[in-house]
């Protein structure tokens, strides 16, 4: 216990420093953060911060962000990049501060475990309820993500009320329903307090919060660091277990991938290749999540990250002095990574628009050089008539803004030789390959 007050103790200053540190004019975004009052039930005494940016959609999206044990809204707005994204891409953010136990939220108590709880989940309703009267806010796409103690609520929130959120993303989280009681709740104490249920018992705790829901279930994104010694990476696979159950998935990931150095994502897709959980293990870090980037995968999981309202900017139009015809450039890129073993792979393929208006709705095709066939997929809807391979988008990625690129994957089979395919088209227009 000593250990988790000396912990929460330089959490708290550094904390108060970047609060402190908003009043000052080099941390002034396109809008301010704001404190609610009077936002509804709020039977967890918790305090309601909002970021709402000046290019906010006219139905914005609504992402709950909620800090680890020791922090405040406002300083989870300050040391994460949530606002700056939304300023790029017009979804509201809230900020909750907690106000139990060194300002944790309460993962522990019975009340926090079953639906309408006279504690910090109904607060937390309250102001998604809010921003969707006050801001206009689309119920349709309405996110949960946090860190540590925020995470733990991440999968409390998508358990209680999974008619609500549509995705997840906790950043070393532990399971909903993971602590017994307050005692139990000891972060840095005893960091694996959950660990060795199966997949059906963690599904059966979450389904208990809701037994006459039959789905579909949010998506959940979770992150841990491989060196955490607050909240041990052991929680990692409690949680794919509770979330690849629920969703009805098995336990083997359908890709495995390494999208940055260090860091390993484990994906879990359903027969139609729509991925519902993705797992990401960073790499000898501790307990310091989110880091720098980190956020905007998050959002591109949510599929926020696909169309920007900020105005696109009018190209200029080129004057050519000669006779000879300008070549326009390709209006999309196309890079494509694979990682093959014996008969069978997995790739990665990311498409950037390159042109200046967005793209709603994609259709990316190709053709193997082999006998190449495809099993699965995930972000994409995929299939395979002969040698031709139609992709086409997962209806949370359709939009693709000016400058913008979205990913998906597959898993595949082949025989001799794994060549790449030599052209892509989104749209119909061949893309440049990098």
Known sequence: MKRFTVLLAGASAALLYLAVALVFPHYA????????????????????????????????????????????????????????????????????????????????????????????????????????????????????????????????????????????????????????????????????PCVNKTARQWGDLARSANPSYRGPWPRMQLWHGTSDTVVSYAELEEEIKQWTDVNGLGQTPTGTTTPRTGWTLRRYADTSGSVKVEAYSIQGAGHSLPMSGMAAVALDFFGLTGASPSPTPTPTPTVSPSPTPTVSPSPCGVVYTANSWNNGFTAEITITNRGTTPVNGWTVTWTWPGNQKVANAWNATVTQSGTQVTARDAGYNATIAPGAGTGFGFQASYSGTNTAPGQFTLNGAVCALA
């Open 29 to 192: 975004t396109a809008a301010t953060l704001t404190e609610v009052t009077g936002f509804g039930a709020n039977p967890g005494n918790l305090r309601m911060y909002v970021y709402v940016p000046g290019n906010a959609q006219p139905a914005p999206a609504i992402v709950l962000a909620m800090h680890p044990c020791g922090g405040s809204g406002p300083g989870f707005h300050s040391s994460s990049e949530f606002a700056s994204l939304a300023d790029r891409y017009g979804f509201i953010v809230i900020y909750p501060s907690a106000s139990k136990k060194g300002n944790c939220f309460d993962n522990w108590s019975e009340a926090s475990k079953v639906r309408g709880g006279q504690t910090d989940p109904v607060s937390l309703m309250s102001m998604v309820t809010y921003a969707e009267q006050a801001y206009h806010g689309d119920p349709n796409r309405v996110f949960a993500t946090g860190s540590s103690s925020g995470a733990m609520m991440t999968n409390a929130m998508l358990a209680l009320y999974p008619e609500v959120f549509k995705a997840g993303a906790a950043f070393m989280g532990v399971p909903f329903t993971c602590f017994p009681n307050e005692a139990a709740y000891q972060p840095g104490g005893n960091p694996a």
